[in-house]
């Protein structure tokens, strides 16, 4: 799941940025493809009809694998860009319905008891896709273009496509291994009780949820939560890796994508999973409601850190890759009582699942609102000002979190 979203919502934003293009659009291109990740609970009752969720997960790979080898194919054509582009789009909505089935796999195939004891060993196994795609495969494209390909690190343009385009065959070749290892140990998933037997059951299924969503008390303030809560690390998730590369000449720090792919897609991410299993123990300690505005305050406050790197423009390595690691530590320590107070706050109630992925659809929505405008507003601002704007953003997110209800009692 991780591999697919990742490649699509991220990485694409580093190639784009390579291959020439301004902040501006770069960043603009990869957050529309985080639209089919924001709707998937609209067409999420429809994989529920048909054939079996491992059906759907097996094809989806399949898909996804040939996609992105076209992707690849794509690269050497005249006007790859549009073509290229346009089937990145096609495979967010199959990445979208592989998530969709798959997690219907692990609800269905686990009780509730397996559920909870393996939650943990499936939040690793999700982190480990960002490592290796804004990790492992952002170095190796730096890697390959500089060693293999004889290219010089530091210029923006085409040449950049050879190393690409090895990254995407790269990619549609694990994603095609993985489907046929699920295609050996995957158990089918069953059904939900709740799975609509026709399309019109399906569509008053999805009405009646949304009906009963917004009959919620303070629905208003929950939803200014979810949407508002991140919004300083949405303004922060596709310039942060721009920085890094940009030329210190145009307010960046220089570094090329083998340092970009350690130091953020790496260190940052190891930061965020140890942050997070912090952040985990801290809540269950001390329970959510007296810890969520600490909370809101390790999201935000440690932004600060990108202001103070795009002031002094560090080049040592140890400075920058501790930056970046403090921002992603508390960022991780922080973000565990955003998707807690959705489970216990926002969730409960008729359709539990489906609000539950409402509630992380505001998120998504936000991740794609802010990264549609924030290459343009870094261009326009610069570093410097841009990340004292991110800073006034974590406004809202201190207000919406401190009037955040709490309707239901901690489980």
Request: neutral net charge; charged residues 10%; aromatic residues 16%.
């Amino acid at each position: 799941m991780a591999l697919a979203y990742v490649m699509l919502t991220n990485v694409t934003a580093i190639m784009f940025k390579n291959l020439g293009m301004d902040n501006g659009r770069a960043a603009e291109y990869a957050s529309y493809l985080i639209l089919a990740y924001t709707i998937k609970p609209l067409f999420a009752p429809f994989v529920e009809m048909y054939r079996t969720k491992k059906f759907f997960v097996l094809w989806t790979q399949v898909i996804l694998a040939a996609g992105f080898g076209c992707v690849a194919l794509a690269m050497s054509l005249p006007g790859y860009m549009a073509i290229m582009v346009t089937l990145f789009v096609l495979l967010s909505f199959i990445g979208a319905t592989q998530d969709i089935a798959a997690d219907g796999v692990y609800v269905t195939s686990l009780d509730a008891r397996s559920q909870s004891l393996y939650c943990g060993i499936q939040s690793l196994s999700w982190n480990v896709g960002p490592i290796v795609a804004s990790g492992g495969l952002v170095y190796l494209s730096g890697w390959l273009h500089t060693n293999t390909f004889h290219h010089d690190a530091g210029t923006f343009g085409p040449a950049w496509i050879d190393s690409w385009r090895i990254i995407f065959f790269i990619v549609a070749g694990v994603t095609l291994a993985m489907a046929a290892w699920h295609l050996k140990t995957m158990p089918d998933g069953a059904k939900a009780e709740s799975a609509p037997s026709s399309v019109a059951q399906a569509w008053f299924i999805l009405k009646d949820s949304f009906v009963t969503f917004f009959q919620k008390r303070d629905v208003w303030l929950m939803i200014g939560f979810g949407f508002l809560f991140r919004l300083s690390i949405g303004l922060l998730e596709k310039i942060g890796p721009f920085f890094m590369v940009d030329p210190v000449a145009k307010g960046g720090l220089g570094l090329s994508n083998e340092q970009l792919g350690l130091f953020y897609g790496t260190y940052g991410l190891i930061a965020v999973l140890i942050g997070s299993l912090l952040g985990g123990m801290f809540v269950a300690k001390r329970g959510l409601k007296p810890t969520l505005f600490l909370l809101c305050c390790a999201v935000n406050i440690p932004n600060v850190t990108f202001l103070l790197m795009a002031m002094f423009q560090p080049t040592d390595v140890y400075v920058i890759s501790a930056g970046v690691a403090i921002e992603k530590f508390f960022y991780g320590f922080g973000s565990v009582g955003f998707m807690i107070y959705l489970m216990q706050q926002l969730a409960p109630g008729k359709y539990t699942t489906t609000h539950y992925a409402f509630g992380t659809g505001l998120m998504g929505l936000c991740m794609m609102v802010t990264g549609l405008v924030s290459g343009h507003l870094q261009q326009m601002l610069g570093y410097v000002n841009y990340f004292w704007f991110v800073m006034a953003a974590t406004i809202p997110s201190f207000l919406v979190t401190w009037f955040a209800p709490f309707h239901h009692k901690e489980g």
